[in-house]
């Protein structure tokens, strides 16, 4: 049974988490940390410690805006940045989406899009994370209300495209895809 | 000396970042720089491609990447998203187990992947290979008086843990190039404090907040515009001000494309070939100072 900092590693959280010493630089310069579960230095202990569970349902991974302050600064060279990014894709492959299912929800439905049609669709992006999201009916209109006035902004300014641009050799990205997903089966 | 680039727009700049293509392919062709789309370049994966797999994260950018070393040139992305991602590709191939996989990625898709062109983002270029002395030259309308902030975000300074071709905790890429149109570029502590847009799912009223922070000292220390290179940083400012404004009071900030600043020293149509007209928070004031032509239709 491999340990989660081993899974971490693996899924591109770097070597170097095993340095951490705990000085907090991470969370001192988190734009986000107020609003974490867990600070990014004690996410850090937490992966180094095992502490799966706790770990993979804290907010602290969907709440990570992927800024690379903490990784910039740290002095024990920990890619916490990475290892957060790590942490998503493992707690996504799990499916514990728990703690912040839209945020997941929108992860998968942007690369669905985009095996759909190369490129992004804004509209069709947020009805895939709607319908994706693990929450409940009141919370899922409450989200889709509130899209509601940003999306008439971007329709005054001309900037809502109403048509998906699709790129042409489609089933070369689609291979992309069959390719990456038999890489990440084979570990 | 015409310099050409592979130009990869990615997908903001079809949508709600269109007036950041227009003003760059504008501003761009009027300093005698030659930009050719990358044809039928696919989405890079954005934030999403990391959040699934690492297969995937590199396998989306390596083949727009492939197309533009096809075309033997360097590429120029305005999007700083597509820059960290694209240049993460790039970067991966020095390392001979990531440059296997990325072949075994690109398999049956008739592409390959060598490392030849390098990924530039657009400050790098107009900031480094065309230089804000040839800029300055170019300059018909200085933007004498006004008084702006410059605002990097993360990935220009800090593209995913990488080098910067800028400095990560004073950048002055941004700041030269204004300064060269005449602008004034005022003290900003905020440059490259994160605006909060990757959080707009998770959390949205933190991406409000951060965002707040930094246009509310903009406002204090007087700035007339933030001035900005990504189109993600321009919709938590921009687009997303109006609603802004409704948790944390008035702001009326222009959030302007540098691009767009720079477009408007040189003399372009502000509206034809900048799109200021379709900035959500009005630009009509600074418009109306430095253009004579100041109606859209």
Redo the contacts between chains.
């Keep these: 049974m491999k340990t989660l900092v081993q899974e971490v590693i693996e899924?591109?959280g770097g070597e170097s988490i095993k340095a951490c010493y705990q000085c907090g630089t991470c969370t001192g310069g988190c734009?986000?940390a107020g609003?974490m579960d867990y600070t990014p230095r004690q996410i850090i202990r937490m992966v180094n410690l095992g502490m799966r569970d706790r770990v993979l349902t804290s907010?602290s991974i969907?709440?990570c805006?992927?800024?690379?302050?903490c990784?910039?600064r740290c002095p024990r060279g920990v890619?916490i940045?990475?290892v957060m990014?790590a942490l998503?894709?493992i707690a996504?492959?799990d499916g514990i989406t728990a703690a912040?299912p839209?945020?997941?929800a929108?992860?998968?439905s942007?690369?669905e899009?985009?095996s759909a049609y190369?490129?992004?669709f804004?509209p069709v992006l947020i009805l895939r994370?709607i319908a994706k999201s693990r929450e409940g009916v009141a919370a899922k209109l409450g989200f889709l209300l509130?899209m509601l006035?940003?999306g008439v902004?971007?329709l005054k300014?001309?900037?809502?495209?109403l048509r998906a641009?699709k790129?042409?050799?489609i089933e070369?990205?689609r291979?992309?895809?069959s390719?990456?997903?038999r890489?990440?089966a084979e570990g | 000396m015409s310099q050409r680039y592979a130009y990869y727009p990615g997908c903001s700049l079809e949508a709600s970042a269109v007036e950041y293509d227009l003003s760059t392919r504008s501003v761009l062709k009027a300093l005698g720089v030659e930009l050719e789309e990358i044809p039928d370049w696919s989405c890079c994966g954005a934030s999403a491609g990391h959040a699934v797999s690492k297969s995937i994260a590199l396998a989306l950018p390596a083949r727009d990447l492939a197309k533009a070393e096809s075309m033997g040139r360097n590429v120029l992305a305005p999007c700083p998203a597509c820059y960290k991602n694209l240049r993460y590709v790039r970067e991966s191939l020095s390392d001979e187990e990531a440059r296997r996989k990325v072949e075994r990625l690109l398999e049956g898709t008739g592409l390959s992947l060598s490392g030849s062109s390098e990924v530039r983002h657009l400050l790098e270029v107009l900031a480094g290979d065309v230089g804000a002395e040839r800029i300055a030259e170019a300059v018909t309308v200085p933007l004498e008086g006004l008084k702006v902030v410059t605002y990097y975000g993360c990935y220009i300074t800090r593209p995913g843990g990488m080098r910067s071709f800028d400095d990560p905790v004073e950048p002055v890429s941004m700041d030269l190039l204004c300064r060269a149109v005449g602008a004034a570029v005022l003290p900003f502590t905020r440059k490259t404090r994160c605006c909060g847009a990757p959080v707009m799912m998770s959390a949205p009223e933190e991406m409000h907040r951060l965002s707040y922070e930094i246009l509310q000292e903009a406002k204090q220390r007087g700035a007339e515009a933030v001035v900005v290179a990504c189109p993600l940083c321009h919709h938590a400012l921009d687009a997303a001000q109006p609603e802004i404004e409704k948790h944390h009071g008035a702001l009326s900030m222009p959030v302007l494309y540098i691009t767009q600043l720079l477009g408007l020293a040189l003399g372009l149509n502000p509206f034809e070939e900048l799109g200021l007209d379709r900035n959500v928070v009005s630009t009509e004031g600074i418009v109306k100072r430095f253009s004579k032509v100041t109606c859209s239709r």
Excluded: H
């Design positions: 899924a591109g734009p986000t609003e907010s969907w709440l805006a992927s800024c690379y302050q990784q910039v890619r940045a990475d990014a998503r894709s996504i492959r912040k839209r945020a997941p929108f992860y998968q942007f690369l899009n985009i190369g490129r992004q804004e994370t509130g006035p940003m902004t971007l300014s001309r900037k809502m495209p641009e790129v042409q050799a070369e990205v291979r992309l895809f390719n990456a997903e890489l990440e």
